[in-house]
């Protein structure tokens, strides 16, 4: 049997949202190249959706999910998940 060599991640991205629906969608980090583990939510590191506040509320709950790159192909999406405050 032989071993198919798999590919390093090259990239990830992570989407955050009022609710489990890409509709809700707040912010999104866009391709984020390397093996990131830690990421601010923030203008300089993603953009806010239109007419979103510019930070993550406290009072507020959200859900996140996100994908990695393995070259030029992408994840599927993972399950929107909660957010810890």
């Known amino acids: ?22 509709a809700a969608l707040v912010w999104d980090s866009g391709k984020v190249p390397g093996e990131g583990v830690e990421i601010d939510i923030s203008d300089e590191a993603g953009s806010f959706a239109e007419g979103a506040d510019r930070c993550l ?22 399950e929107w998940e909660p957010m810890f405050k």
């Open 1 to 22: 049997m032989q071993k198919k060599k798999l590919k390093e991640q090259s990239a990830w991205q992570l989407q955050v949202a009022t609710a489990a629906d890409e």
């Open 57 to 78: 509320l406290p009072s507020a709950g959200y859900v996140m999910r996100a994908r990695h790159a393995a070259g030029d192909t992408w994840s599927e999406w993972s």
